[in-house]
Nanobody
Framework: QVQLVESGGGLVQAGGSLRLSCAASGRTFSTLVMAWFRQAPEKEREFVAAISWDGRRTYYANSVKGRFTISRDNAKNTVYLQMNSLNPQDTAVYYC????????????????WGQGTQVTVSS
């Protein structure tokens, strides 16, 4: 089992930045592919970014490429999502997810989820 706890969400003005964190416990963190998803009201959960177990490979949704950066610190069992140039369309609950296989953009492929953290971007 893996427990994931997100933090760092909040209210920010358009053009601003936030950094989300996700702390993991319960399984060797360095064996996990980690990802961020988000879900806006009345919308499907969508892939945002993923990172390989060693941090050497990263993947992004087109909508966030160039603005968001995913990273991880295996010594701290933590994955991060640095979000810059935020706009109101980024408003959503952001979820951290983990799986033990190759990265995937599909939420159903992930085995473990955090409770989510709200990000609200005002115009």
């Amino acid at each position: 089992q893996v427990q994931l706890v997100e933090s760092g969400g909040g209210l920010v003005q358009a053009g601003g930045s936030l950094r989300l964190s996700c702390a993991a416990s319960g399984r060797t963190f360095s064996t996990l592919v980690m990802a961020w998803f988000r879900q806006a009201p009345e919308k499907e959960r969508e892939f945002v970014a993923a990172i390989s177990w060693d941090g050497r490979r990263t993947y992004y949704a087109n909508s966030v490429k160039g603005r968001f950066t995913i990273s991880r610190d295996n010594a701290k069992n933590t994955v991060y999502l640095q979000m810059n140039s935020l706009n109101p369309q980024d408003t959503a609950v952001y979820y951290c997810a983990a799986r033990t296989r190759l990265y995937s953009i599909y939420s159903n492929d992930y085995d473990y989820w955090g409770q989510g953290t709200q990000v609200t971007v005002s115009s």
